[in-house]
């Protein structure tokens, strides 16, 4: 991969002393990447909220499927509104925006935007023009229909190449491809480096990892390939000021990034101006009371609707683990669960009743398994399945019956893989952090590969998402749930 990546980025320094893409061409929209996004953006938005109001016009059982006079007026009202609360926000072209980060700005903005619509037919006195429950149903169908919208179009765009502008990635060659193949992987991100320069100034004169730059061949680079934003890589905070001076006057847009190393402290920075003095402040979601007290209630509520939603469906599956196999309908598991208290993992019995036997008699027999075992804490081909087990963990429904550990308060609907007692060792110093909060039915590894990331990957997937969390992060995470499941990726 190493080798790949750094033959698409760069030339040797016998053919070039400035590193450069090979096959990458300057066109009409790489050279104005940001704004035909904004305009893509926009008129995604546009579109589901169009969708939004025929929908609700349609549920009030309005004539027609033609808006009428006044609601024409409401929608170019709420449009212009919402491109201005958008806008405000960095959501066009949300370079730089993950997910959980987008869907935030945009249920708070759209709302906000609501409201004043609300306010303006108040003061106006039109209320009895526009019908408040269809104006409800407009703003909770937008929730929905401009995320989802926005989603569509990235992913099709990304799958055609044609998502993401074009950066400059400064820094040190080889170490920083690791970064390259991030921001190709992540291209809903926005950015897309096009090539990785080393300037001199940075490298102490040493050419060992790679050709070297000056600013001005970076500059001239920047010009004749139209690169308006650079990505430069921050591995000394004292060096701030030396790096925005460099480069502000060279890109458009100069981003400092760095990589994280294992750890996500840094992810939640904001910079404050206290008057004259750069203040870096770091938000540590896991104390805000109230963020928790919202955590618990999403929690209570979505255990509460899931038990009565899926009851008959739970008497369904208890039969059917009843009939194919001997044994109980339920499994307890110790597991570890938030300031390190063990409690009863509640799954539908998927296993054999000598589980434990079988899979000592399978590592003891099997050397393959025994690696994939140490290397996972999981099998692909894991003997002690019974068949009604493999049709219940294909659409993860043996996990159903933890709603009830959720609705006591001994898990929660996102969190971390409630780990066993026997692994708390091989989380290492992740482990403090990993009691800090209550395990969750899904998590980050869940929706980041599920059985087919290794367990050091899991644990390390778990650490981000504590020092990351937010309620956003949380409903993104139960949102991709639902694809992953749907979609059975990384389940055995």
Not at 78 to 87: K, R
Not at 187 to 205: C, I, K
Request: proline share 3%.
């Amino acid at each position: 991969m190493e080798k790949t990546l750094k033959e698409n980025l760069v030339v040797g320094q016998e053919t070039d002393p400035i590193t450069r893409p090979v096959k990458y061409r300057r066109t009409i929209l790489e050279s104005n990447a940001r704004l035909w996004m904004i305009c893509v953006l926009l008129a995604s938005d546009m579109l589901g909220l169009f969708i939004a109001i025929l929908v609700a016009l349609q549920v009030w059982h309005l004539p027609g499927v033609t808006l009428d006079s006044y609601y024409r007026e409401i929608f170019v009202l709420l449009a212009i509104i919402l491109i201005v609360a958008f806008g405000r926000k960095g959501l066009y072209p949300a370079i730089g925006l993950n997910y959980a980060d987008e869907l935030r700005e945009i249920v708070s903005s759209s709302s906000f935007a609501f409201l004043i619509v609300i306010g303006v037919t108040f003061l106006l006195k039109t209320t009895s023009i526009y019908s408040r429950l269809s104006l409800l149903i407009i703003w909770t169908l937008c929730q929905v229909l401009i995320p989802v919208s926005r989603y569509a179009v990235r992913r099709l765009l990304i799958a055609l190449h044609l998502w993401g502008e074009p950066v400059a990635l400064i820094g040190d060659l080889h170490k920083n491809l690791e970064l390259v193949e991030y921001f190709k992987i992540n291209l809903h991100l926005g950015l897309r480096p096009v090539a990785l320069l080393q300037d001199e100034y940075f490298s102490g004169g040493s050419s060992e990892s790679g050709p070297l730059v000056s600013i001005s061949q970076i500059q001239d680079y920047a010009c004749s390939m139209s690169l308006n934003t650079a990505l430069v890589v921050v591995t000394d905070l004292n060096s701030l000021d030396l790096l925005v001076d460099r480069y502000r006057f060279v890109f458009q847009r100069v981003i400092l990034i760095k990589g994280q190393n294992g750890s996500y402290t840094l992810n939640s920075l904001k910079s404050l101006d206290l008057s004259g003095i750069l203040g870096l402040q770091v938000m540590n979601n896991l104390l805000n009371f109230w963020a928790q007290v919202l955590k618990r209630a999403i929690d209570i509520l979505g255990s509460i609707l899931g038990i009565l939603l899926t009851f008959p469906f739970l008497v369904l599956i208890a039969l059917f683990i009843k009939v194919d196999s001997p044994g109980s309908v339920f499994y307890r598991q110790r597991r570890i669960s938030r300031n390190g208290n063990v409690f009863g993992l509640i799954k539908f019995r998927t296993m054999y009743q000598n589980a434990d036997q079988i899979l000592a008699d399978k590592l003891d027999s099997d050397l393959a398994f025994r690696q994939e075992w140490d290397h996972y804490q999981k099998l692909r081909r894991d003997p002690r399945i019974t068949r009604a087990g493999h049709w219940l963990r294909r659409f993860s429904l043996d996990e159903l019956p933890q709603l009830w550990n959720v609705l006591v308060g001994e898990m929660s609907l996102v969190g971390p893989r409630p780990i066993m007692v026997d692994q708390r060792e091989l989380y290492g110093d992740s482990y403090k952090e990993y009691i800090h909060v209550s395990p969750g039915m899904t998590g980050l590894w869940q929706v980041s590969g599920r059985n087919d990331t290794s367990f050091s990957r899991r644990a390390e997937l778990d650490s981000e998402y504590i020092q990351r969390w937010s309620v956003w992060l949380d409903i993104f995470i139960i949102l991709k749930t639902f694809k992953i499941v749907l979609w059975q990726q990384g389940v055995y």
